[in-house]
């Protein structure tokens, strides 16, 4: 019973450590940043990532575009039948939607001028579908170095299936998945005690 009590404490020592670590989510696997104010991802080329009650969205800056994923944030579907929109400065543009790749780019010069300019740029999403319009804040850092944007991959399986944001990972980095995790192997080791228990019993009544 002392190990069963001691392997039930670690357990617990770990879920708190993995309460207090960086980038912890909350109990429903939402981000611990407020909505709306959006976080830079350490990246090789300018990113940031916002959302609200409806949407999630990500945005990287290329040398040729700004290439923006939008998701539905409770279910993390891709929303593909969506208008969207960014202001930035003075500054309003139109992204046009790749069908292939799943993902809405920005490509107009003065645009990318200004996002590829070193410092922080304020953007302002507006994200419309048939059913809802919402807006989103973010804040892009930018060096000033940008990578070149190649193809179109299907950019939803490499930055969001986070997690299939993506809640996989969310639940592996969900401390009360990982107390759920250690109580259920706690009553294991428990109940496998007992059987041996008896089974023990057992066999010194027949002798």
Same mark, same amino acid.
């Given at each position: 019973?002392?190990?069963?009590? %001691? @392997?039930?404490?670690?357990?617990?020592?770990?879920?708190?450590?993995?309460?207090?670590?960086?980038? +912890?989510?909350?109990? !429903?696997? $939402?981000? /611990?940043?407020?909505?709306?104010?959006?976080? =830079?991802?350490?990246?090789?080329?300018?990113?940031?990532?916002?959302?609200?009650? !409806? @949407?999630? %969205?990500?945005?990287?800056?290329?040398?040729?575009?700004?290439? *923006?994923? *939008?998701?539905?944030?409770?279910? !993390?579907?891709? *929303?593909? !039948?969506?208008? /969207?929109?960014?202001?930035?400065?003075?500054?309003?543009?139109?992204?046009?939607?790749?069908?292939?790749?799943?993902?809405?780019?920005?490509? =107009? +010069?003065?645009?990318?001028? %200004?996002?590829?300019?070193?410092?922080?740029?304020?953007?302002?999403?507006?994200?419309?579908?048939?059913?809802?319009?919402?807006?989103?804040?973010?804040?892009?850092?930018?060096?000033?170095? *940008?990578? $070149?944007?190649? $193809?179109?991959?299907?950019?939803?399986?490499?930055?969001? =299936?986070?997690?299939?944001?993506?809640?996989? =990972?969310? /639940?592996?980095?969900?401390?009360?998945?990982?107390?759920?995790?250690?109580?259920?192997?706690?009553? %294991?080791? /428990?109940?496998?005690?007992?059987?041996?228990?008896?089974?023990?019993?057992?066999?010194?009544?027949?002798?």
């Amino acid at each position: 019973m002392k190990k069963i009590a %001691l @392997f039930l404490l670690s357990s617990l020592l770990m879920t708190q450590l993995a309460i207090a670590a960086p980038g +912890a989510h909350g109990p !429903n696997g $939402e981000h /611990l940043d407020s909505s709306g104010d959006g976080h =830079e991802i350490a990246d090789a080329a300018p990113r940031t990532e916002t959302f609200t009650e !409806n @949407f999630e %969205l990500v945005a990287k800056l290329y040398s040729t575009e700004l290439s *923006v994923l *939008v998701d539905d944030y409770k279910t !993390n579907a891709p *929303v593909l !039948n969506a208008t /969207l929109q960014l202001q930035v400065a003075d500054l309003t543009s139109q992204a046009i939607f790749h069908e292939d790749a799943g993902d809405f780019a920005f490509d =107009e +010069a003065a645009l990318l001028d %200004l996002l590829q300019k070193p410092g922080k740029h304020e953007l302002i999403f507006t994200v419309t579908t048939p059913t809802q319009s919402d807006q989103l804040r973010a804040t892009l850092n930018s060096s000033g170095a *940008v990578e $070149e944007h190649v $193809e179109h991959g299907h950019p939803h399986h490499d930055d969001h =299936e986070h997690d299939g944001h993506g809640h996989i =990972e969310e /639940l592996f980095h969900s401390p009360y998945a990982w107390l759920a995790l250690a109580l259920v192997l706690g009553v %294991l080791v /428990l109940v496998v005690q007992r059987i041996r228990g008896r089974a023990s019993n057992a066999v010194s009544r027949k002798i």
